[in-house]
C-alpha cells in the first residue's frame, strides 16, 4: 500500500532473531498489525498494538512502536523454519470506524538452516 | 471448522466470462470483507459490508458486483472477465468497528486465461 511501506526481503539463519521493519504515514491511526501469510494460505493475524503503547510483547514476538517516526517492527526470537512467510503490517485509522486495513507489500522472510 | 470458508479455492476460466466466488463466516461477525491480492502480493480492499449494507466501495469497476444474503455471506460476481482479474480474492470478516484485526478466508485464485 502506498501509506505502508516494508522491506520486501528478509533471510535469517535458523536460531537468530529477525526484525522486520515498516513505516506509515497515518498519524492518526490507532491500531497497528502484522499478519502471517504462508504459501497458499489466507493471513493470519500475529499480533497488534494500540498506538499509544510502545512495545508489546508475545512469547517470541515482540512489537515495537515509534510514533514520532511512525515506525513499527516485528521481532522474531528464535527463529524457525516454520517462520518462513511473508509478514505484512497494516493499520486501521479512527476516522475509519469501520475497521478498513491499509496494509504493506509484504516482507518475504526466509529461514535458512 | 472453518471459521471464514471460500469457494472455490482455484479458478480457471477464459476471457469474456462470468464467475462468483462464495464467502461464509461461521463467527457471528457483523462485517466481511473482500481483498485483492496481486501478483506481487500487493493486498487491496475492494468492498465492506456490515450487517448486509455496503459500507466500502473502493475504485473497482463495476464489473465486480458483491452480494450479501445475510450477515453471513459475502459472495462476489464478476462479469466479463478481463485478464487483468487475475488474483487471488480474499474474503475476511471482523466485529463492528474492532480493534482486533479480520480473520481471513484462505483465498481465491482466480486465473483468466
Known amino acids: 500500500g502506498e501509506d505502508v511501506e516494508q522491506s520486501l526481503f528478509l533471510s535469517v539463519r535458523e536460531g537468530d532473531s529477525s526484525v522486520i521493519n515498516c513505516t506509515y504515514t497515518d498519524s492518526s491511526s490507532t491500531y497497528l498489525y502484522w499478519y502471517k501469510q504462508e504459501p497458499g494460505a489466507g493471513l493470519q493475524l500475529l499480533t497488534y498494538?494500540?498506538?499509544?503503547?510502545d512495545m508489546k510483547q508475545d512469547q517470541r514476538l515482540t512489537v515495537l512502536l515509534n510514533k514520532k517516526d511512525k515506525h513499527l517492527s516485528l521481532r522474531i526470537a528464535d527463529t524457525q523454519t516454520g517462520d518462513s512467510a511473508i509478514y505484512f503490517c497494516?493499520?486501521?485509522?479512527?476516522?475509519?470506524?469501520?475497521?478498513?486495513?491499509?496494509f504493506g507489500a509484504g516482507t518475504q522472510v526466509v529461514v535458512t538452516p | 471448522d472453518t471459521a471464514v470458508s471460500q469457494t472455490p479455492k482455484y479458478l480457471v476460466t477464459q476471457m469474456g466470462n462470468d464467475k462468483s466466488i462464495k464467502c461464509e463466516q461461521n463467527l457471528g461477525h457483523d462485517t466481511m470483507y473482500w481483498y485483492k491480492q496481486d501478483s506481487k502480493k500487493f493486498l487491496k480492499i475492494m468492498f465492506s459490508y456490515n450487517n448486509k449494507e455496503l459500507i466500502i466501495n473502493e475504485t473497482v469497476p463495476n464489473r465486480f458486483s458483491p452480494k450479501s444474503p445475510d450477515k453471513a455471506h459475502l459472495n462476489l460476481h464478476i462479469n466479463s472477465l478481463e485478464l487483468g482479474d487475475s488474483a487471488v480474492y480474499f474474503c475476511?470478516?471482523?466485529?463492528?468497528?474492532?480493534?482486533?484485526?479480520?480473520?481471513f478466508g484462505s483465498g481465491t485464485r482466480l486465473t483468466v486465461v
Open positions: 498494538i494500540f498506538s499509544n503503547m
Open positions: 497494516a493499520e486501521s485509522a479512527p476516522t475509519d470506524s469501520w475497521g478498513k486495513l491499509q
Open positions: 475476511a470478516s471482523s466485529p463492528p468497528k474492532s480493534s482486533y484485526g479480520y480473520t
